[in-house]
């Protein structure tokens, strides 16, 4: 094992330390922790377990904290995975940090296009294989090994360290809202600090995140005729729910240069600062291989500022599908009775949830009154996660661009992120306490894609990153929270 000395970038390492790491990945990563997946409930339950037992022989102080069950759309009851907490020492003259991680993972099938199988996890050319390697269980494990680090030099801990593992992450977190409320004053009162590594960096450079959109997702239901109907016998004589459906969508929604159209969206959004713009001028991102990245020929902004600034700072539009329609392979000449769209709007600041949920629904049933049709509309909000955003200026990026310097011997980029993690918002509502993210997943690890991987270099420079940090944290001073 290795351990960061505090001064300089010099560490210790032994030979057995790749071996270490990689063996305890490796038995994350086999088991199927999908949460989506209620028939591998019980596989999700044995990983939560496991979590807490490897804290455990750790000499942690270990709960599984029961967070109710979950409600099944044919109205059965499941048993929500536990909550793991754990804590590394009390002493009251240090500061407190609390790491989250989830140890769930998304679906992932050999058949779906995995070079390897996605549960056992594969060394090719330094790169780490298996579903949920770098999403998010080597970061997890990263924070347990630098806890190790400490213990295995027999050097104290410069801070206190809690864990909070879930295991519903990637389906909502179910439950862990109203447990983090219910532990605010026992388990989260003498935490400082708050720790998320459930993210990725923008390129080759480490990065400190600060910020995350958030995301308020739609359901627009046109309804007609009482049943599918044949389009050769009724075309023409009945106003089509797809029809009208497809005009609110595509003609009051965005415009081509994607800007909302609905009133009040646009005027919302905190305006691009100075220093913002100077701050995305100096962050490492090349738009000719994130074009390659995706497979595209031509991205919608062309500058690297405007193409950062609109994938983290500015709300979006997505339309994510339409429920009802016939997609299936072949032809199919119907009229579909109803239509559902499936369709999202990314927050940013300063917008609210519960003013997009009613500027949605006022405009979608101000157009659709214009068509003038006999048909339904229905338009429901079914998640409105508030954005997140931190102070840059704070202690706890002080302390994490230290360590990037002394680990990596370079700056950090300060990035956000496009996508939507909740639990930052519930975190900083609820606690009040000062929260960093701080990734060591690569810009290509392949987040819920096939052959997600974590690379080598990232999982041990991760963990030394970490052992570096808890030092840094330790040296802020307490007039700080």
């Known amino acids: 094992v290795f351990i960061y000395r505090g001064s300089g970038s010099s560490s210790m390492e032994s030979p057995m330390l790749n071996h270490h790491v990689s063996t305890a990945l490796r038995d994350w990563v086999a088991i199927e922790s999908d949460s989506s997946n209620v028939l591998k409930r019980p ?91 770098s999403d998010n269980k080597a970061p997890v494990l990263a924070w347990i090994h630098a806890v190790e680090a400490y213990q295995a030099l027999n050097m104290e801990l ?113 305006p691009l600062s100075d220093e913002e713009w100077r701050m995305y001028q100096d962050i490492q991102f090349d738009i000719d291989n994130y074009k390659n990245k995706i497979g595209v020929n031509e991205l919608m902004y062309s500058n690297k500022v405007d193409l950062l600034a609109h994938m983290w700072r500015y709300p979006t539009v997505s339309i994510h599908g339409i429920e009802g329609a016939f997609s299936d392979p072949g032809t199919k000449t119907v009229i579909p009775a109803k239509v559902t769209a499936k369709f999202s709007i990314r927050q940013v600041p300063n917008m609210d949830p519960a003013m997009v949920k009613k500027q949605v629904t006022d405009y979608l049933h101000s157009v659709f009154a214009k068509r003038k049709s006999p048909n339904k509309l229905k338009v429901t909000m079914v998640i409105g996660a508030k954005p997140w955003l931190a102070d840059t200026q704070h202690p706890l990026y002080d302390a994490g661009k230290a360590a990037v310097k002394r680990v990596f011997d370079m700056d950090p980029d300060l990035i956000r992120e496009g996508g939507t993690i909740p639990i930052a918002r519930t975190f900083q509502d609820v606690t009040g306490k000062s929260i960093i993210m701080m990734p060591i997943g690569g810009f290509d690890d392949g987040l819920h894609s096939q052959n997600e991987k974590m690379s080598r270099y990232n999982y041990i420079e991760g963990t030394k990153l970490f052992v570096a940090y808890l030092n840094e944290v330790s040296q802020i001073k307490h007039t700080s929270v």
């Open 158 to 270: 410069p801070v206190n360290v809690k864990f909070v593992i879930e295991g519903m992450e990637e389906t909502g977190s179910n439950g862990l809202d109203a447990m983090i409320l219910a532990q605010r004053d026992t388990f989260f009162s003498d935490v400082d600090y708050i720790i998320i590594s459930d993210c990725g960096w923008l390129s080759r450079r480490p990065a400190l995140t600060y910020g995350t959109r958030g995301n308020c997702y739609f359901y627009a239901e046109v309804e007609g005729p009482k049943q599918d109907l044949h389009s050769g016998v009724y075309g023409g004589t009945v106003i089509e729910p797809m029809t009208d459906l497809v005009g609110i969508l595509g003609e009051c929604i965005f415009s081509p240069s994607g800007k909302i159209l609905i009133p009040g969206i646009r005027e919302a959004v905190a």
């Open 43 to 133: 596989d999700l339950h044995r990983m939560m377990e496991m979590a807490a037992q490897k804290l455990r022989l750790m000499g942690g102080t270990v709960e599984l904290v029961d967070i109710g069950e979950q409600e099944l759309p044919d109205g059965q009851t499941l048993a929500l995975p536990k909550v793991v907490t754990a804590q590394f020492g009390n002493d009251p003259n240090k500061h407190t940090v609390c790491v989250y991680g989830h140890v769930d993972v998304q679906p992932a099938k050999l058949e779906d296009g995995w070079a390897t199988d996605p549960y056992n996890l594969t060394d090719i050319n330094g790169n780490l294989y298996g579903r949920g390697a």
